[in-house]
Nanobody, 122 residues
């Protein structure tokens, strides 16, 4: 199986910065897309940013220009640098990865981390 472990969450004042990290381990032949999602209390989980294995990125409009997603394919890690944080960025941030777990036959599946809390105070 595959495990995703997030780290780097915490409490920060508005305007501050945090860096989230996520490390994947287990039976991994290849990781396709990786991404970050977040869920605020009483809200649905929403996409924050994604990155392909080739480094192409996609961001939610609400975080463009403030957040940067990156990955290290050799280490199976993905990071989210969050700058100019706002109270509305508060939520649990989840790492997601599309992992190839078998090659004959080709099988891939999406895995989630346990989440890390980000709280931005005004």
């Amino acid at each position: 199986q595959v495990q995703l472990v997030e780290s780097g969450g915490g409490l920060v004042q508005a305007g501050g910065s945090l860096r989230l990290s996520c490390a994947a381990s287990g039976t991994i032949f290849r990781i396709n897309d990786m991404g970050w999602y977040r869920q605020a209390p009483g809200q649905q989980r929403e996409l924050v940013a994604t990155i392909t294995s080739g480094g192409n990125t996609n961001y939610a409009d609400s975080v463009k220009g403030r957040f940067t997603i990156s990955r290290d394919n050799a280490k199976n890690t993905v990071h989210l640098q969050m700058n100019s944080l706002k109270p509305e960025d508060t939520g649990v941030y989840y790492c997601n990865a599309d992992v190839v777990v078998r090659v004959r036959p080709w099988i891939s599946d999406h895995f989630w981390g346990q989440g890390t809390q980000v709280t931005v105070s005004s």
